[in-house]
């Protein structure tokens, strides 16, 4: 399984983006996805995590402004954010849970000014 995640920028405060994660190889063997964040001089965390049956599980700092989003169709699963802080500032990351491993994509800046 690959990832490839996108559609990170810079955005004033109250703004909105929509990161997208596409998932190519065996993607049958994703049991859930993730994504998570890693601001500069802090641990990565996770933001949202959706598990193969459609559950999903938010941050509670994330909780009512950021939404997770699949189009089976096209092997994507998106990160709806909206009303950004700029203490949403940070690296970007989505994940795939397989049976005994973690894969990552590569990460996506997003940028809220203030």
């Known amino acids: 399984v690959q990832l490839q995640a996108f559609g990170g920028g810079l955005v004033q405060a109250g703004g909105s983006l929509r990161l997208s994660c596409a998932a190519s190889g065996s993607i049958f063997m994703i049991n859930a996805v993730g994504w998570y964040r890693q601001a500069p001089g802090k641990q990565r965390e996770l933001v949202a995590r959706?598990?193969?049956?459609?559950?999903?599980n938010y941050a509670d700092s994330m909780k009512g402004r950021f939404t997770v989003s699949r189009d089976t169709a096209k092997n994507t699963v998106y990160l709806q954010m909206n009303s950004l802080k700029p203490e949403d500032t940070a690296v970007y990351y989505c994940?795939?849970?397989?049976?005994?491993?973690?894969?990552w994509g590569q990460g996506t800046q997003v940028t809220v000014s203030s």
């Open positions: 994940n795939a849970e397989l049976a005994g491993k973690v894969v």
């Open positions: 959706r598990s193969r049956g459609g559950s999903t």
